[in-house]
């Protein structure tokens, strides 16, 4: 069983709609870590494999200032301050996977289930995944000061790079 741990190249990228503009954000320094059988240099799931990663809201940043602030206090970002997925299942082989987990975003869990892509890069994992959350789903109200509103749904991308821990295996976060 392979080990990867997510390094500093990871990152969450997530965008939304509003009544004004596009609102794109990135929270970057990311924890996790991912375990996977690696047999003849491909990942095949298994018993084991699995992974997580999390994110501090905090990190949440749009390059406006004041939407990074406003953004934080409506997520309350002090009361709840990470988000992370849990995979606990992975399905496929190839570099196509259907990975199953929980995802908690403002204190609440939602199971969720999304494809990902996996592969071996010179030693290293690479995984990309796309997961779309409603927000209101989690106990946050949609954003709305004057005229701008945000959508209630978000999607978030996910492009995380995992380093072999001392001869482990890769996640699917």
Not at 58 to 86: F, W
Not at 142 to 162: D, N
């Amino acid at each position: 069983m392979a080990k990867f741990t997510w390094t500093n190249e990871s990152a969450v990228t997530v965008a939304a709609d509003s009544s004004v503009h596009p609102i794109s954000a990135e929270i970057r320094g990311l924890r996790g870590e991912a375990t996977c059988d690696v047999v003849d240099g491909a990942l095949v799931p298994g018993p084991g494999t699995g992974g997580w990663v999390e994110g501090d809201v905090a990190q949440l940043e749009t390059g406006k200032k004041l939407e990074d602030m406003a953004l934080r206090k409506q997520i309350d970002a002090k009361r709840h301050p990470s988000v992370r997925y849990e995979v606990r299942s992975v399905e496929g082989s190839g570099n196509t996977f259907k990975v199953s987990g929980a995802f908690t975003f403002h204190g609440e869990t939602s199971e969720f289930t999304d494809e990902c892509t996996a592969r071996l890069e010179g030693g290293r994992l690479v995984v990309d995944a796309e997961h779309t959350v409603d927000i209101r789903d989690h106990g946050v109200k949609p954003f709305k000061v004057l005229t701008l509103s945000i959508q209630p749904e978000a999607r978030l991308t996910l492009h995380l790079v995992g380093a072999e821990a001392g001869g482990s295996a890769p996640a699917w976060g």
